[in-house]
T-cell receptor, first 111, second 112 residues
C-alpha cells in the first residue's frame, strides 16, 4: 500500500515570499491533517479535513496560512507571506479510523 | 500548562539497559493514548497504543493511569536501533473526530 506522499521534500525561501506544499493521502482515507513541527518540539496540528470539509483549523494562522482539499483527496497548504518563525517541517497525515499515517514531510527554511 | 508534557531527555543508556519514559496530560476527558517513535529527520510512526489495563509488545510496555493522568513507556533490553525520539500522544474529546495532541518528545540514545 502506498503511503502518504508530500512534495517538495525541501524548500528554502526568503521571508515575505510565498510557498505551497502538496499532499496526497493514502487512498480511501477520508481524514487529512497538516502539522507543523518546529525543531525540538512535537508536531502541532494546523488543520484537519474530513473529506473536503474543515473539521479543525483553530491553530492555523489564518492571516498567512491557507489550506484546501477541493476534491476530498489531495491537499495544498500555502504560506503567504512567510516569516522566519515559519521555518519547520510540515507534515501531512491521513487516517481511516484512529490510526494516523504520516508523510515524510516538507522541510521549510525561511531566510 | 502544556496539554501533554514529557521528560525532556536526552536519555543516554548502554545496550541492554531498561529505560522508562513518563508523560502527563492535562485534559482529564482525553480518550485515547499512544506512543509514537520518530527517527532523526523522519516522520513519526505509531509505536503502540496505550490501554487502561496496560499493554506489552515485545520489549515495550505501556501503562496508563487515568486518575493521575499519567502515561509511561518502558523499554527493556535496549538495542542500538531503539535510538529515536519517543512522542507521547493524547486524543482529547473532539466531537467524534480524531485529533492528536503531541508532547515535545523524549530523545533516547542507546550506546554500545
Amino acid at each position: 500500500e502506498a503511503g502518504v506522499a508530500q512534495s517538495p521534500r525541501y524548500k528554502i525561501i526568503e521571508k515575505r515570499q510565498s510557498v505551497a506544499f502538496w499532499c496526497n493521502p493514502i487512498s480511501g482515507h477520508a481524514t487529512l491533517y497538516w502539522y507543523q513541527q518546529i525543531l525540538g518540539q512535537g508536531p502541532k496540528l494546523l488543520i484537519q479535513f474530513q473529506n473536503n470539509g474543515v473539521v479543525d483549523d483553530s491553530q492555523l494562522p489564518k492571516d498567512r496560512f491557507s489550506a484546501e482539499r477541493l476534491k476530498g483527496v489531495d491537499s495544498t497548504l500555502k504560506i503567504q507571506p512567510a516569516k522566519l518563525e515559519d521555518s519547520a517541517v510540515y507534515l501531512c497525515a491521513s487516517s481511516f479510523g484512529e490510526m494516523e499515517f504520516f508523510g515524510p514531510g516538507t522541510r521549510l527554511t525561511v531566510l | 500548562r502544556k496539554e501533554v508534557e514529557q521528560d525532556p531527555g536526552p536519555f543516554n543508556v548502554p545496550e541492554g539497559a531498561t529505560v522508562a519514559f513518563n508523560c502527563t496530560y492535562s485534559n482529564s476527558a482525553s480518550q485515547s493514548f499512544f506512543w509514537y517513535r520518530q527517527d532523526c529527520r523522519k516522520e513519526p510512526k505509531l509505536l503502540m497504543s496505550v490501554y487502561s489495563s496496560g499493554n506489552e509488545d515485545g520489549r515495550f510496555t505501556a501503562q496508563l493511569n487515568r486518575a493521575s493522568q499519567y502515561i509511561s513507556l518502558l523499554i527493556r533490553d535496549s538495542k542500538l536501533s531503539d535510538s529515536a525520539t519517543y512522542l507521547c500522544v493524547v486524543t482529547p474529546t473532539s466531537g467524534g473526530y480524531n485529533k492528536l495532541i503531541f508532547g515535545a518528545g523524549t530523545r533516547l540514545a542507546v550506546h554500545p
